[in-house]
């Protein structure tokens, strides 16, 4: 994809630090290569949830116990649940030969892994849109997705309890909602984007990235939107953008909770299942971590006191 030089004759493009200025280039490019794709019947049965999960090339960690724990692919209340993890590849060309390798053994082995030949600082906005763009015509009929990263614990038979009184032919866009915030200005934050990227000042309300719940409709409606709008490097603000733009809101659910969990008093541990049993997705377990929860939850005589519940 060639750069769009038209871009840097804007007088503050000089200005601006490496990564915005690629943004500014390349944002157009939206063709990428497809390294590693899932098998063609993934979707051939019907798909009730979808667990769509960011991974960066080298977390092979996350991924295994993604797999072993809640990402399984099984059946929960009679319907079907699938897994593939979103991936780009390595900016060095050296570990890019190595974790394609490893990606390659993955695929092969677990039939999940869907990876695009990128690596930009706004790779996960590309994975996002690229992903539906995939879906179009890969697995349009999955009920509802599960967009998240991996390093969640995501109570999946909870959110297919959820799901089931939920209706994939109409809107549903729910998770940790944040509103009323705006481009963060100040050049060194990890979020910086300059008004040569976006003159507005507030953003959309917006769902956080860590993981968040969709509907089939819902999906369609943000493909529609994100080929007709212009990227921006932040991912979840971007989804948020064309929630807007399809004139629908993001809402909030309560049993998400992408900022962690808070105990009533300091000395209780966070670590008690009990805090986790009735929640849909906390963000930010190690993968060993992820590997207790999921043994304790899995235990039918896990008994919760009211001591342990979470407002
Ligand atoms: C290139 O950038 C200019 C100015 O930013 C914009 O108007 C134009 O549409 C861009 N072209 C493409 C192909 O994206
Ligand atoms: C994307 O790239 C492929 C292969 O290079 C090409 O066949 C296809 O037409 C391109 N699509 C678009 C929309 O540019
Ligand atoms: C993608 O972007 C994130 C955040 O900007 C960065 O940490 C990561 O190294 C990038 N690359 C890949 C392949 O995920
Ligand atoms: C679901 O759609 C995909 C294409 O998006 C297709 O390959 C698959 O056979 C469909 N499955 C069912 C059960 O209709």
């Keep these: ?40 019947d993934k979707c051939a049965q019907p798909v009730f949830l979808l667990l769509v999960i960011k991974s ?21 209340l ?10 780009g590849t390595a900016p060095d060309p050296l ?21 695009w030949d990128f690596d930009t600082f706004f790779n996960l906005t590309l994975k996002q849109v690229l992903f539906l763009q995939w879906q179009e015509t890969r697995c349009s009929n999955a009920s509802f997705l599960l967009n998240g990263d991996d390093d969640v614990f995501a109570h999946t038979d909870n959110m297919v ?40 000042e507030k953003y959309p309300p917006y769902c956080g990235g860590g993981g968040f719940l969709l509907s089939q409709f819902t999906a369609t409606a943000l493909r529609r939107a994100s080929s007709a709008l212009d990227l921006l490097p ?14 629908l809101k993001p809402t909030r659910h309560n049993g998400i909770r992408t900022s962690g969990v808070q105990t009533p008093s300091a000395r209780v541990p966070s670590f008690d299942p009990c805090f986790y049993k009735d929640l849909l997705l906390v963000h930010r377990f190690l993968p060993y ?12 005589e896990l008994s919760c006191g009211k001591r342990t519940q979470v407002y």
């Design 234 to 247: 932040i991912d979840d603000v971007f989804l948020g953008m064309c929630l807007e733009h399809e004139g």
């Design 289 to 300: 971590e992820m590997l207790l929860m999921w043994d304790a939850l899995s235990q039918p």
């Design 56 to 76: 960066s090339p080298a977390n092979y960690e996350r991924r295994e116990l993604v797999r072993r724990t809640w990402g399984r692919e099984r059946q929960v």
């Design 1 to 40: 994809c060639q750069a769009n030089y038209s871009a840097a004759s804007h007088p503050e493009f000089a200005k601006q630090p490496e990564q915005v200025r690629n943004f500014l280039l390349y944002k157009h490019c939206r063709n990428f290569t497809v390294l590693q794709d899932v098998p063609l």
């Design 95 to 115: 570990e890019a030969r190595k974790v394609n390798w490893l990606l390659e053994l993955e695929a092969r082995a677990h039939g999940d892994i869907l990876q």
């Design 78 to 87: 009679g319907v079907q649940l699938r897994r593939l993890f979103l991936v």
């Design 161 to 200: 309890a959820y799901l089931k009184d939920h209706d994939p032919s109409r809107h549903l866009f729910v998770g940790h909602l944040i509103q009323g915030v705006g481009p963060i200005r100040i050049p060194w934050s990890k979020y910086y984007i300059p008004k040569i990227v976006t003159q507005e």
